[in-house]
Structure formats: C-alpha cells, structure tokens
C-alpha cells in the first residue's frame, strides 16, 4: 500500500462541509461543474500522486539538480510532468475559457494542489510557476505576447518564472537595479541580474520565460519605477524559430530541502543582446506583480501544510505500528509492550500536528473561495471580499509557514532516532518546509504588511469584515452547548486582540513608527493563533452537523477526532496569545534599543 500523505476524507470534508464549496455552483462562471466533477477532478489529482509524483520524491532530493556550466540539468521526470500538467489543463486550469481555461472554482484547485504538494512539493512547483507567469501575460500583456508565448507556456513546453529578487535588493524590491533600455524596434534592452530564481533555468523545458522586474531608464526611484516585462531565455524570430535572448544561467544554489526544483542565478545583458517585451504600461510593474500576489502567498502556506500533512500521516503510521514501553501502571516487564500512539506525550504531539495542518488546510481553502467569491461579485460585495482576503493573506502565508516547521519537527520526534535518519521520509519534509517562511516575502515582511498596512487600510475597515464573519462563527457556535465555551473563548481572545491592536495603532498615532512595527512578526503570530481558532470553531460546528446525522464506524472516529482536535487548539494552542498579548502592550523598544555592536564578543 502506497504511504498516506494527505486525508481525503478530510480534504472532502474542508471543501463540502465546512466551507461549502458547492454553494459555488450557482453563480454562471461556475456552471459548468457540480459535485461529481468536483470529485473527479480530486480523483484525478489523487492518481497522479499517489502513482507519478510520491514514488519520486525520494529520489528526487538525493539526486538533486545540478549546474553543468549552461544550464541546470534536473530530473527526466519533469519534462513527463510539465506536459501532463499541460495535457490534463492543470496549468490554466483556472483561467477564463478565452485563455484555454476551464474556470475551476480556486477553492478546488487549491485542493488539487494540496494533494500535489504533499506527494512531491519541489516536483509540484514547476506547473505552478507557469500558471502564474502565463497569468500575467494574458491579463496585462498585448494579444501578440499572449499569442507567442502564453499559449505556448500553458501547454507545459515552456517553463514559466516569476524574476523579482536581485543579489544586492533580495526582498528590498525598490533597490532593483536591472534595467531596461528603451529601443525603437518594440522591445527594451535588459541588462543585469537576478538570484533565487525558482525553476529560472533547467534542460526539461524548451524555453523558460521570465516575467522580469526592471527598471527603464530615467524611471523613479523606488518601487513606483519598476516595469514588467516577458524576458524568454529564448525569443522568437520573425519566422517562429527560437534564438538565444543573451539570458545566461550563472548558477544554481545548493539547497537544505526542496531540492528537486532548482533555484538559478541569472545574468541578462552580457552581450548587450537581452530582449524584454513591456507588459502593460511603464512603471506600474509592481502593481501588475501584486494583483497576483495574494495567490501567490496563499499557495505558498498550501505547500507548508502540504508537507506537514505528509509528515503528520507518516508519523501516524509509525507510531501505530512501533511498539515500546508500557502503560504507566503496569509494573510487570514480562507484559507485551504497547505500540507508542497510546502513551500520553505521543498523542499530544499528533493533535499538535493534526491542528496545524488541518487548520491550516481549512484557512487554506477558506481563503480560495474568498477569490472565487470576489470573481463573481461585483460593487460593495466584490470589495468585501477583498478587503477580508487582503487583511487574511498574510496570515495565510505565515501561519502554516511558520508552524509547518514545528510540525514537522514533531513527525521526527514521534519517530525518534528513526525520524532523524534519511531512511525515513520525515527528516526531508522538515528540510523541505524550511524555505516556506523565506520565499514570496519572509515572516518579518509579512508581519510589517498586516500591522502597518492591512489593520489600517480603508480606515480599519478590512478588520470590521473580519470580526463580523468571526461574529457569525461564534453566534452559531453558541447554539451548541458542546461548542460555546470555546465561542466564548474565541470572543475574549477578539477582545484581548482589540486591546493589543489599539494600543499599537496608539503608538503609531503618535509617529513613532519604528517602536509601533518593532514586533510586527509576534503580533502576525499573535493574529495568526487566534485566525486558526476560528477556523477550527468552524470546523467544530461542521462536525456537530454531521454527528446529528448519527454517523457511526470511521466517520463517527473521524467526527470525535476532530472535536479532539479542536478541543486541543483551544486549550493548548490559543492560550500561547497570553503571553505574546504581554510583549505587544509593553512598548518599551527593547530591540530597537539593542545597538549592533552589542552583539560583539
């Protein structure tokens, strides 16, 4: 039997019973699906997974991508992905018909993702970047670059990437330095570099294109004089045959986890020769590169509880199969010894687990139909929306971030000196979850953007939405005698976070900026504990619906499961925003204050 790497029973329930994706279905962009094909398409996920993806993951960490002066030779196997992904319509999957799309609802596809990721997370990014850089091109860029090269790009030939980081700017994008010089031939010429390139050179596609931050001579300084631009390693000539572009791959980083897709360096220019096509219009690069940015991040928390999924089932396994020691009143060692799920310690760790990755998941999908809502909505609905989703993605990128690590981490405890050997799968999803609170912008940024940005933005109104829904949530739950301690205790922690809030918002009143965004990153990790509250709370309600119907077997296990699960966030989990509540209102800018030379012997 294959290993179990994600539950479908539970993915199945996050889509139909707690956030019921199906609603979806009576809007005109989605009615083309119903349940059944939603359950084929994750089917089909499911196959392609289980049978192509897992029994390469594995090897493709231990015989990673390599430099070979040119180029980045990677696993034959891509190739064979990226145009199944093609074939099977994975790539625009959710793209309008007008671009080949089938206008999959994003909360299913998300799902679909999910399942990718936890089978093979470095072999599932490689589509993804094609999706996303295709996606530009066809919203901004002109019918002819759409023609050239995203309807090639969609059909898994081309590789696709997103061009932002430079050596010397890394996430500081207003210090990108790669320009673009103005020609009168249609095109700019490109000159400089770029690092961490995500799939940015490999030998398994026949092109790779890069939509590419530069900066056009005489722009402003700053993030206001970035443009966008289609940089292909190799452009099309006139009569449709492929020339070099003067992109040349510099490098490729050697990498702790996550080594089955490659990360280049990227040096453009070097004979003057580097071709860019203008998406849009000039300056208002960064723009084109945020309205994507909010799936971007989502799909990056996806991959995070991807591989704690995957490192949760198979600490599962281990510890109903491993038998050691015996139950704390038995005295006699002649007695068989017990498999280790029934000690205490051992389950504390599992519901630890099952809380990140299925709380995770659910704010995961959660955040996907918001972005399906708000493409069938229009005016004030639209906004609302949208406001929620912008006030959310931060956390939604962190929280399975940043606790996909812990997760993992307690997978190789439950397996002990077993989980800390490479003979076991464990360590690798460790290794592979690290790069999560780096890519797409680091915890610390994503911190700075919900307090100094997101709290405030429209005069707090993202916030007002965000209560009001968590308001709906605790009223409901506290129709269920079983759920309204933990409605009320969700209600006191909104009110602790109020306090936190204002008192903060107080100190930015009053100019002192740097001392009000000093702890940004705990007060997104104080944000984040009480979003996932909320989102089990939901789940929690979900479940008491479904036992009403007398379930029994394994989804009567699975409903009390869950209940268990949701009573450890509440009890173990949301107590920690206590004492994170004590650091935020003491505003004594203690790391401000530290000076640099202090850290010196």
Known sequence: MAEKFFSEKNLKFTLY?????????????????????????????????????????????????????????VNKAVKEYMLTSGEGGWINATFPPEHGGQQMPLSLFNACMFIFASANYSLSVYPGLISGAASLIYNYGTEELQKKYA??????????????????????????????????????????????????????AENIVHLMLA???????????????????????????????????????HKMGYRGAPIAQLSMGESDDCRGYLVGKENMGLTYMFLMMNEARINVGLGAAAIASAA??????????????????EKDPLKPQIPIIEHADIKRMLLQQRAIVEGSLSLMVYAGKLVDLSRISSGEEKEHYELLLELLTPIVKTYPSEMGIVSTSLAIQCLGGYGYSSEFPVEQYMRDARIHPIHEGTTGIQGMDLLGRKVTMKKGAAV????????????????????????TQLNDALTLWKTVTNGLLGI???????????????????????????????????????????????????????????????EYELPKIHGLSIRLKNADGLTLKMKPEFFED
Request: overall charge negative; charged content about 25%; hydrophobic content about 35%.
């Open 464 to 487: 007002k939405i965000y209560l009001d829904e968590i308001k709906k949530t605790t009223d409901e739950a506290s129709l269920y005698s079983d759920l309204k301690p933990y409605a």
């Open 508 to 570: 930015a009143a009053k100019g002192e900026i740097d001392l009000f965004l000093a702890d940004a990153t705990l007060y997104l990790e104080f944000s984040g504990i009480i979003c996932l509250a909320w989102q089990w709370l939901i789940q929690g309600t979900a479940v008491l619906k479904m036992i009403q119907n007398s379930p029994s077997g394994s989804d009567l296990n699975f409903a009390e499961g869950k209940l268990f699960t949701m009573r450890y966030f509440f």
């Open 312 to 329: 949760y089932y198979s600490a599962l396994e281990y510890t109903k199969e491993r038998t050691q020691g015996r139950n704390s009143l």
């Open 215 to 253: 900066r056009v001579k005489g722009a402003p300084a700053g993030v206001k004089g970035l443009s966008l631009f289609v940089v292909p390693k190799y452009r099309l000539t006139e009569s449709g045959a492929l020339e070099f572009n003067d992109v040349n791959c510099a490098g490729c980083y």
């Open 151 to 204: 309807e090639v790009m969609v059909t898994g030939r081309w590789q696709g990437t997103m061009a932002l980081t430079e050596p010397e700017a890394g996430s500081s994008l207003s210090d990108v330095k790669t320009s673009a010089t103005p020609t009168d031939k249609g095109y700019y010429l490109i000159d400089g570099a770029k690092t961490f390139i995500s799939a940015g050179d490999h030998d398994n």
């Open 17 to 73: 019973d707690v956030h019921n994706v199906e609603s979806l279905l009576k809007h005109e962009r989605f009615s083309d699906y119903n349940k059944e094909s939603f359950d084929m398409v994750l089917d089909t996920a499911k196959n392609i997974a289980v049978n192509f993806m897992y029994p390469l993951y594995s090897e493709m960490d231990k015989n990673p991508p390599e430099y070979t002066g040119s180029t980045i030779k």
